[in-house]
């Protein structure tokens, strides 16, 4: 490799590589190999655990170089050792790095191995590098200057850790929910969400370069890719209650965590041989859960869509992961990153299914709630209701300073009514006035309430009094104007009602209790005055 001028960013070049198969050849023997031609990023398989890299540099200018061989993922390798010579064989220069026994790790810039090269004016050394890899052998490998190499350290990562930071923040999110709701999905997703960013941030070096983790640490930590698959499931089980409702699907989910969950705790005897068995687990991870997911489809259960395309996503970026670790597809950002994308993508749509079910079960709860407080006939609010809907207007009242006005209505000689025409067409005009009600209502905080057989409530919140009024001489006129035939009636040959108006003080502090007290008052001058008519309390004069 030529170096042709002063600035030196080469992070695509041609190399030559060689397998050391029997793992025991040394430098000498490793000078005397054949060695192939290769781009300087490697994904080789789990059979090619040494490999060896040769790079011939020349300075082909006229002045002093200062080169630094980055290796990028030096951290998962259990040895990365560099060896140069001049033109004539003489070794200048070598040192090793083992991470995963903490030798040379001081070494190190962070997750890096940086080796330096000096060149002299047209002058030619050979770099050997050996990465001993205990399960797949990845290289990549990248040529700077110096500031150049600079800017590589602190950028080279700076994308894991955005994804990191995202998947941790909605791992977060998901676990105060926990907290507040107690609903088991909650946590499962967040410990998902936690283990694939652990996995995350130490498989592609965060953890190592900027918190220099390595040893049998890094280890566990890159183990979380078993675990993490077992809180998936959990989720995937509980937000589709697969124990109780799909007993078939339920059992081979079974299958995912005891097959994970064993494999994880192999992993602390024998990481490696628990990595090399990951592979054919997450084949069957990918293909269970994609059957579950289609079985649960064909059943037309409710956000199982989300999921199946939550999982595709994650079923592409796995295919591509794997491909990419045996050798079967190049070596690029997207294929060595595939895992880490899939993952990030998975999370955001799993977590939309999440609040999608958040949106459900918030719904579910209003309509629980609203049954509670709503009267079933009529569909108004309810008596139960009421003196606490009341009191809560009340004190927006008092804060706001603004008018506040009862009104309790009451069907005239509705008992006569019943009597006359049966208990059926009783209804029936409860459910007539109760549309006349909601229909007058005019501002988003005015409430309507059945308060008894044939008594009902209206609160009147931001008007001034002469519309309250207006509103109520126009409910009686339509409650009149609905032709209901009411013969018992001494007042009209229709159905009317009897209606009593309270306006709240805004300087006297005056309860629930209170106010429908003196809205009652008012209503039962009205019917002792004849029915059929509007009185406010503390009036003299009929209105």
Same mark, same amino acid.
């Given at each position: 490799?030529?170096? %042709? ?6 992070? $695509?070049?041609?190399?030559?590589? @060689? ?41 082909? %200018? ?17 040895? %990365? ?24 790790? $001081? ?9 330096? &090269? ?77 283990? /694939?960013?652990?996995?995350?941030? =130490? ?13 049998? #640490? ?28 799909? *007993? ?6 079974? /299958? ?23 592979? *054919?687990?997450?084949? =069957?991870?990918?293909? &269970? ?7 649960? =489809? ?31 597809? *190049? ?5 060595? !990153?595939?895992?880490?994308?899939? %993952? ?7 977590? @939309? ?19 509670? #407080? ?15 809907? #009341? ?52 501002? *988003?905080? $005015? ?10 409530? #209206?609160?009147? /919140? ?34 009317? &009602? ?35 008519? &509007?009185?406010?309390?503390? $009036?003299? !004069?009929?209105?």
């Amino acid at each position: 490799m030529k170096i %042709t001028s002063d600035s030196i960013d080469l992070s $695509d070049f041609k190399m030559n590589y @060689f397998i050391d198969r029997s793992q025991n050849m040394d430098i000498d023997e490793i000078q005397k190999a054949t060695f192939r031609e290769g781009k300087n990023r490697l994904s080789l398989g789990i059979d090619a655990h040494v490999t060896w890299v040769k790079i011939i540099l020349k300075n082909d %200018t006229e002045t002093f170089k200062k080169l630094y061989i980055h290796d990028t993922y030096a951290y998962h390798a259990s040895c %990365t050792a560099f060896y140069a010579f001049d033109s004539n064989h003489t070794l200048l220069k070598q040192i090793s790095f083992e991470p995963r026994k903490n030798i040379n790790t $001081d070494l190190m810039d962070g997750a890096i191995a940086s080796f330096t &090269v000096t060149l002299k004016p047209y002058e030619e050394k050979t770099v050997y590098i050996k990465s001993d890899f205990l399960a797949y052998q990845i290289i990549e490998l990248k040529i700077f200057d110096n500031r150049h190499a600079k800017e590589n350290l602190v950028n080279e990562y700076m994308i894991i850790i955005i994804l990191t930071t995202i998947l941790l923040t909605l791992a977060g999110y998901y676990s105060i929910l926990y907290v507040a709701s107690r609903h088991e999905e909650y946590i499962y997703y967040a410990l998902y969400l936690v283990s /694939s960013g652990i996995f995350i941030a =130490y498989s592609y070096g965060m953890l190592s370069h900027y918190f220099h983790v390595y040893g049998k #640490l890094s280890l566990y930590l890159n183990a979380a890719i078993l675990i993490a698959p077992v809180f998936l499931v959990q989720f995937v089980k509980t937000i589709f209650n697969t124990k109780e409702s799909h *007993p078939v699907e339920n059992r081979f989910l079974n /299958s995912i965590i005891i097959l994970f969950g064993v494999m994880y705790l192999y992993s602390f005897i024998d990481y490696y041989k628990a990595m090399e068995l990951a592979s *054919p687990l997450y084949i =069957y991870l990918l293909v &269970v859960m994609m059957s579950v997911g289609i079985s649960l =489809y064909r059943k037309s259960v409710l956000l199982i869509k989300y999921f199946l395309l939550a999982h595709t996503f994650y079923i592409v970026a796995s295919i591509v992961a794997l491909m990419f670790y045996n050798d079967m597809i *190049p070596f690029t950002y997207l294929t060595s !990153h595939a895992i880490a994308i899939g %993952t990030l993508i998975e999370a955001f749509l799993l977590a @939309f299914l999440v609040s999608y079910r958040i949106r459900i079960l918030e719904e579910e709860s209003y309509e629980k709630d609203k049954m509670i #407080l709503t009267d079933i006939m009529t569909a108004l609010y309810n008596k139960s209701y009421f003196e606490e809907a #009341l009191n809560n207007q009340l004190t927006i009242q008092r804060k706001q300073k603004s008018i506040l006005a009862l009104m309790v209505i009451d069907i005239d000689y509705f008992k006569q009514y019943n009597d006359t025409y049966g208990h059926i067409a009783g209804d029936e005009a409860l459910r007539s006035v109760a549309t006349v009600l909601k229909e007058i209502l005019s501002n *988003p905080d $005015d409430m309507a309430f059945r308060v008894g057989g044939e008594e009902f409530a #209206l609160i009147c /919140s931001n008007m001034n009094k002469k519309s309250v009024l207006n509103c109520a001489q126009q409910l009686k006129k339509n409650i009149e104007n609905l032709h209901i035939e009411h013969k018992s009636s001494s007042v009209s040959h229709y159905l009317t &009602v009897s209606i009593g108006i309270h306006f709240a003080s805004t300087y006297i502090l005056e309860d629930a209790k209170k106010v429908y007290a003196h809205a009652d008052d008012a209503l039962y001058t009205a019917k002792k005055e004849g029915r059929n008519r &509007v009185m406010v309390y503390g $009036d003299i !004069h009929r209105v």
